[in-house]
RNA sequence: GGGCGAGUGGCGAAACAGGGAGACGCAAGGGCCUUAGAAGCCCUCGCUGCGAAAGCGGCGUGCCGGUUCGAAUCCGGCCUCGCCCACCA
């Protein structure tokens, strides 16, 4: 059998990763690099954070693509001069941990503790500067104790608060869901996919919609385009007014109730042709005249049992009957019938709409189907709209009021505003704002996730619902459960745990049994690994005052508008708690793109298209898998996973390693190995070299604003090329040579961080010099004369059609370069039956010759 | 149905503000070195016409049109794919 030698052979070192990573790491962690000192003012401070992950148990290359680029981002501030913070945690909270122990037999802390082992160590390996120092674990009580305490705040301050009301609820996961939660028009379960169901449930929510206006504003924030507007139509504002149809006495009732609605067209009003009602508006009963009951009943139930089912695509039929009674338009005096239906939805404005038919496409629908009137009242100028087959909505801006009694002729806009105003006046009307988002429903019917600090006094009913003292904070998780059950929430059927004495009165009470949604974990923790273990409170506000906000935040898009906006909820409701400093959570947040599977499937374990960063790393090390994740693509592109090109960044640090090591040994099998590039001396190739070397500088240094990681690579690997070309040549026992490798060590050290390092460690020990990390340097600078060319090659075209080049001194005039260009002989050959017409220059750039026919 | 984004060689991609399309890498082919090589080094590599070759042309960034001296980039219309929303009054 044979083994390695245990002493290196004769000749250069090769590279061994296997052998250099970890023995870095190690060092690193001796010398606490990463550790940050939170109380130093000696530099400019950086609060860099990344999405924390859930610990599912395996870490897969997408978490790597993630983390190992922030890391370089981290790395490049550090040496740049700041004082960067990069902590590191765990989403512990969670339904898969729940999952696991139904199946196994295991307590999901356990089962999560074990996960979180395992990343941490895969984490590790990623070499990453992260401060391990201020890990934080959502379950531990430490961490939701203050959940908790921030819960009763909430409350306190009314952001808190308890309803009965309709909620989504999914069947298989056995809990409601926020609105967020339920994804697309077929209504799933954002965690499993299962399609939800509503239910009248008393339920937890935080008020999100008191910022609702707040979220809308992303002054001073560099967010991606996309999460602003995916947010904003999240939120969806709409302006308009609240107008009051009087309900009209006829022969069954005397009529008076007020029913209230919202429109965005109130210009519209004297197109209001009838009106509709959700089915559970709350005045259906009152006013359905009795012929009108069975059929009204009927199409409740059924509108009800739909809703509960399935929602129907948008362009179903309209459905939906009428109650008997009308209402009077508050501003003609008209009378309209007023009917129920099902596109009305309780949940949204006032839960009814004046149906204007002409200007409405739903409407419009309505109408047609039930033969209601249409009345067009907002047309262009001078034109009748053709109201066969849809209605009029579209806005031209010239667009005036017709058959509108006093405002006939108005401008619309004009005409939406005065209609207001008559209202306004008469009581019967104003003008408001109606939002899509719904306050965020937290409470979950789960057993880990932090319980929900309030007790219901079973003694006195005059205590009711009773918060629980902060002093007895935190409500802690029962950890003596055997088996977890398969249905129903843990907490619930504990056999002891919910039983509990009335904070207030001291008789007997009940906890309440829901646990928060884990958005909540994550939409403070940031504040906490400030100071992870603080015991009397949740935030130290010097350092929240000292570090926040997050300088710059990363992860992915598929949070739009879960975390990235409950985390910017917390910020304004901390805030108005007097918690924190700032409104908004993070500066500058970056959304990567997923790597998908070979197959081009979103990776998942039950595709089975999953890659193992650990496998990659034992083959390649983690400087080739970093690098490869930067160089494949784009940081916020998608892309399929590919491990053929991982050759090439591999080969890339091979070569680099040759070169760093070994700058005066040939290549065999290169007959030009140790020559100089036909037509250059030395001092000229050294020259080229060192330039090259300035420039690469400077473009790496300008990328790393927007995170360009592939072309910074790209521009490496140039800088490497050349450097293996003049390998063995006189240049390399030049100054020029060691300058330039000396650069590319530090230009690559936040990408390639162990590497680097071993090679500045060999590099630093050659010449006798004393040991300091590479990665306690100071980023260079590079030197604007180098960059600087003397020479440059333009482009010559003739129509627009590249057709030779010249090289010329830089300061050359356009009037001489415009001669020399027309002495071209390519350039007179187009001549020749034709002349100048005139000569494009753009300068440094290009020269364009614009020929006419002579 | 609406909103947003994207479409460039066999593949991943680059081209910063309208100025040399395809940098860098993968794969492929040829060569060198080698006992040998899966290592390393060198060369070729968008399609296509003429040519023995050096070379000289034509076409080419999803499609059709436009603006411009000049378009991957800007404008209009269309096609395909992805994501988000989906009766929101």
């Not at 009800?304 to 338009?329: C, F, M, P, Q, Y």
């Not at 009378?335 to 409405?360: C, E, F, K, N, R």
């Not at 907490?491 to 906890?511: A, D, I, V």
Request: net charge negative.
């Amino acid at each position: 059998m044979t083994s390695e030698p245990t002493t290196e052979p004769a000749g250069p070192p090769r590279y061994n990763p296997a052998e250099i990573e970890p023995r870095w790491q190690a060092r690193w962690e001796e010398l606490r690099l990463h550790t940050a000192d939170l109380y130093s003012d000696a530099k400019p401070k950086f609060y860099l954070l990344t999405m924390y992950p859930y610990p599912s148990g395996d870490l897969h290359i997408g978490h790597w693509s993630i983390i190992a680029p922030t890391d370089v981002a981290g790395r490049f501030k550090r040496m740049q001069g700041y004082n960067v913070f990069f902590p590191f945690g765990f989403d512990a909270f969670g339904l898969p941990a729940e999952n696991a122990a139904i199946k196994g037999g295991i307590h999901p802390r356990e089962w999560t503790d074990r996960n979180i082992d395992n990343m941490r160590r895969q984490v590790k390996l990623i070499g990453a500067a992260l401060d391990w120092s201020k890990e934080l674990i959502t379950a531990d009580p430490t961490y939701y104790r203050w959940n908790q305490w921030l819960f009763l705040r909430f409350m306190e301050k009314g952001l808190a608060y308890r309803q009965m009301a309709p909620v989504d609820w999914c069947p298989k996961d056995l809990v409601v869901l926020a609105r967020e939660q339920v994804l697309g028009a077929d209504r799933v379960c954002w965690r499993c996919g299962t399609q939800v169901v509503k239910r009248d449930l008393e339920q937890w929510f935080f008020r999100t919609t008191k910022y609702a206006d707040e979220l809308l504003n992303y002054d001073g924030l560099r967010y991606p385009e996309p999460i602003k507007v995916m947010q904003t139509n999240w939120i969806g504002r709409s302006e308009g007014a609240e107008i009051a149809f009087e309900v009209a006495p006829d022969d069954q009732q005397p009529g008076g109730e007020q029913i209230r609605v919202f429109t965005t067209r109130p210009d519209t009003l004297f197109g209001a042709t009838f009106m509709v009602l959700a089915p559970e508006h709350p005045l259906v009963d009152a006013l359905t005249h009795p012929e009108n009951k069975a059929q009204v009943d009927a199409y409740r139930t059924e509108a009800r049992r739909k809703s509960e089912i399935d929602r129907l695509s948008t362009d179903r039929e309209k459905t939906g009957v009428a109650i008997g009674a009308h209402a009077i338009n508050p501003i003609s005096g008209e009378q309209i019938p007023i009917w129920i239906a099902d596109y009305v939805l309780s949940t949204y404005g006032t839960g009814a709409i004046m149906a204007v038919p002409a200007h409405d496409e739903r409407d419009f629908a309505f109408a047609q189907r039930f033969s209601l009137p249409i009345r067009v009242v907002v047309a262009p100028r001078d034109v009748v709209p053709d109201m066969m087959d849809t209605a009029y909505v579209a806005h031209t801006h010239d667009e005036v009021l017709l058959n509108s009694g006093d405002f006939t002729g108005l401008p619309a806009p004009e005409g939406a505003r005065q209609i207001t105003a008559r209202l306004e006046e008469a009581g019967k009307g104003k003008s408001a704002v109606t939002y899509r988002l719904r306050d965020w429903l937290v409470s979950r019917q789960r057993g880990w996730g932090a319980p929900i600090p309030v007790v219901y006094c079973e003694a006195d009913p005059s205590c009711g619902m009773v918060p629980v003292p902060d002093d007895q904070l935190p409500v802690l998780l029962p950890d003596d459960i055997v088996q977890w059950p398969a249905q129903g929430n843990p907490l619930e059927t504990h056999p002891t745990w919910k039983h509990t004495t009335c904070p207030s009165c001291g008789g007997p009470g009940r906890r309440e049994t829901d646990t928060m949604d884990t958005f909540v974990d994550s939409s403070w923790y940031w504040w906490r690994y400030l100071s992870p273990g603080k015991e009397d409170g949740p935030i130290d506000r010097a350092l929240n005052d000292a570090w926040c906000p997050v300088e710059q935040y990363t992860g992915g898009a598929e949070h739009a508008v879960l975390h990235l906006m409950y985390a910017r909820f917390f910020a304004k409701a901390l805030n108005d708690l007097g918690l924190v400093h700032e409104r908004e959570p993070w500066k500058r947040l970056f959304n990567q793109g997923q790597i998908l599977g070979e197959d081009g499937e979103r990776m998942s374990k039950s595709r089975g298209n999953v890659q193992d960063p650990d496998a990659l790393v034992a083959r390649y090390g983690a400087d080739t898998v970093r690098l490869f994740l930067m160089f494949m693509k784009p940081w916020a592109a998608d892309a399929p996973w590919n491990a053929k090109g991982i050759e090439g960044v591999n080969r890339f640090l091979r070569r680099l390693w040759t070169v760093a090591t070994d700058p005066l040994g040939r290549e065999h099998g290169d007959a030009e190995a140790g020559r100089l590039p036909a037509g250059q001396t030395a001092a000229d190739a050294a020259d080229d070299l060192l330039r090259t070397a300035h420039r690469t500088l400077k473009k790496i240094t300008t990328d790393h604003a927007d995170f360009g990681w592939n072309t910074m690579i790209s521009a490496l690997m140039e800088l490497t090329n050349k450097l293996v070309r003049l390998r063995g040549s006189e240049v390399a026992s030049l100054p020029a040579w060691d300058e330039t490798v000396r650069l590319t060590l530090l230009m690559l050290a936040p990408m390639a961080p162990h590497i680097s390092e071993e090679l500045w460690a060999r590099r630093v020990e050659a010449l006798g010099e004393e040991w300091s990390s590479i990665h306690t340097q100071s980023w260079p600078v590079f030197d604007p004369a180098l960059v600087a060319t003397d020479e440059i090659e333009l482009p010559i075209q003739v129509n627009g059609k590249l057709r030779d080049t010249i090289s010329v001194p830089t300061a050359t005039s356009a009037a001489e370069i415009e001669q020399l260009v027309l002495a071209r002989d390519k350039v007179r050959a187009y001549l020749q039956d034709a002349e100048v017409a005139r000569v494009v220059q753009v300068p440094g750039r290009l020269v364009n010759v614009v020929t006419k026919p002579k």
